[in-house]
């Protein structure tokens, strides 16, 4: 994330009950007070991150958001790093084959990531003259971006007012002004209401809370063992307040990885990166033991774009 400059802000005035959430709207009491203290947490804590730094540019930003994806930031940092010196502009990454981004995307998971973002560095070059688009509906136009990779992308790089709502923003506006533990497992129009209707009126005031909020849940409203006491709204959050109350939803989705399908194609994919020439069937089938989810697995990344077949049995990543 890059984070836009934060203007002067005027003085909160006092903070409404944190339960009340009729007083959610940005020029309310507590609305007020939950951005200048978070925005303010956020001058003084924030992580040095290269996607924030001016020299990132609006590429920078999106490389960032396509990596960071269900992937913690220690991963993404030297792939980060080797991606941006390889292909600094999206048309050096759209002069490359696709099965080049699935190369360089290593082992940080989720590869269909690294086909999207070939994707749209293409569609950049070849739409938008090799430069980031700047309007929201362009980039949402872009293949493989969404609603919350184009509101990253227009509110970091580009300082505008969206609402971006992430795993981490979601956490904490359930628990800061919901008064729950944790977010439905998918976002819901009740969320996305409630973060539009919290953002600042300024742009760049709106685009400094967005990324203050996105790493207050990162760093101390954290899925586990959050760290209230560090936190600059723990007065005013209505889960805290309530007494924390366990979480009483649906069961929360897990991650598991091993012995699954995901495991195997990422085995696979291990074994192709390495190549820079076709390889046989026999050269995959040693990377897993059980030749049903072998296959399986193998028919999956050739169904997703990752994997290329050809005659006499033979396998590489995509290039066209």
């Keep these: 994330m890059t984070a836009p400059t934060l203007p002067p802000h005027s003085s909160p005035t006092a903070p409404a009950p944190a339960t009340d959430t009729s007083a959610d709207a940005p020029g309310t009491p507590l609305g007020e007070t939950l951005h200048t203290q978070v925005i303010t947490w956020f001058e003084g804590n924030a992580r040095d991150l290269p996607w924030r730094r001016a020299d990132a540019g609006a590429w920078g930003v999106m490389v960032s958001e396509f990596m960071l994806q269900q992937t913690p930031v220690n991963r993404v940092l030297p792939v980060y790093e080797q991606w941006l010196q390889r292909w600094p502009r999206p048309a050096d990454l759209a002069k490359e084959a696709p099965g080049e981004a699935v190369r360089a995307w290593g082992r940080l998971g989720y590869p269909r990531r690294a086909l999207r973002l070939h994707g749209a560095a ?119 307040l309530a007494g924390k109350p366990e979480h009483d939803g649906p069961p929360r989705r897990g991650q598991t990885y091993a012995g699954t399908d995901r495991q195997v194609r990422g085995k696979l994919l291990a074994v192709l990166r390495e190549a820079h020439t076709p390889i046989p069937q026999a050269a995959l089938d040693r990377v897993w033991h059980e030749p049903v989810q072998r296959a399986r697995a193998l028919d999956g990344l050739v169904a997703d774009g990752l994997v290329e077949p050809l005659p006499g049995g033979l396998y590489r990543l995509p290039t066209s």
């Design 122 to 240: 293409v569609a950049i070059t070849e739409r938008h003259g090799g430069d980031v688009p700047t309007e929201h509906a362009q980039l949402l136009a872009l293949p493989g971006i969404g609603e919350y990779t184009a509101a990253a992308v227009a509110s970091f790089a580009y300082g505008q007012r969206h609402a971006v709502l992430d795993t981490n923003v979601r956490r904490v506006l359930a628990r800061a002004v919901t008064g729950v533990q944790y977010p439905p497992n998918a976002t819901t129009a009740a969320e996305r209401r409630l973060a539009r209707t919290l953002l600042p009126e300024d742009e760049r005031t709106a685009a400094r809370w967005a990324a203050a909020s996105m790493e207050l849940g990162a760093l101390v409203c954290t899925a586990k063992n959050e760290s209230c006491h560090h936190c600059p709204i723990a007065g005013h959050c209505a889960w805290r």
